[in-house]
T-cell receptor, first 112, second 112 residues
């Protein structure tokens, strides 16, 4: 099992460009999450999904959109990237009502 | 208040010493308190967790101490090893949701 995988691993964008981060999990988890990690800020929830076709906002959703068309995939989109979105992005998944999050290896995004 | 305050921000310990990381909270609706360990370039992974009906949980060299009345919990790493060098996050789950609130992280460095 690969667990949770994320693509790409690194990306540099210019302000105003768009991109999509892909997360895939092979553990048949219902729940999936997108977090961002910034120095001194810990892990902050951007958006999450409790099942295929459902999404919900987390703590810091502005500037991001998500889609969960397939149970195993969760996409995070940036429509118009801003320097404030420079961060490390982590995808995670879990079973329902189970608090253990299984995290991917992260995507380091730099917006110039 | 849905916040978990973690300290210290960084910690340097000599090999064989005890590492102690503290977290405090105000929200009494928290019902599950996990600790995550993150190595450089990797995603966080669940290390150990405790529920508020237990005052202590030990797994190998790692112990969580929980003080419900003080709304504090801490991670103790006994006989710290260089391989324990990582960033540690405490977290708390908001009952009855699946939402996890993370602390800001502690970077632990264990020197030989």
């Amino acid at each position: 099992n690969a667990g949770v995988t994320q693509t790409p691993k690194f990306r540099v964008l210019k302000t105003g460009q768009s991109m999509t981060l892909l997360c895939a999990q092979d553990m048949n988890h219902e729940y999936m999450y997108w977090y961002r990690q910034d120095p001194g800020m810990g892990l902050r929830l951007i958006h999450y999904s409790v099942g295929e076709g459902t999404t919900a906002k987390g703590e810091v959703p502005d500037g991001y959109n998500v889609s969960r068309l397939k149970k195993q995939n969760f996409l995070l989109g940036l429509e118009s990237a801003a320097p404030s979105q420079t961060s490390v992005y982590f995808c995670a998944s879990s079973y329902p009502d189970m608090s253990e999050r299984f995290f991917g290896p992260g995507t380091r995004l730099t917006v110039l | 208040q849905q916040q978990v305050k973690q300290s210290p921000q960084s910690l340097i310990v000599q090999k064989g010493g005890i590492s102690i990381i503290n977290c405090a909270y105000e929200n009494t609706a928290f019902d599950y308190f996990p600790w995550y360990q993150q190595f450089p370039g990797k995603g966080p992974a669940l290390l150990i967790a405790i529920r508020p009906d237990v005052s202590e949980k030990k797994e190998g060299r790692f112990t969580i101490s929980f003080n419900k009345s003080a709304k504090q919990f801490s991670l103790h790493i006994m006989d710290s090893q260089p391989g324990d060098s990582a960033t540690y996050f405490c977290a708390a789950r908001v009952n009855p949701t699946d939402k996890l609130i993370f602390g800001t992280g502690t970077r632990l460095q264990v020197f030989p």
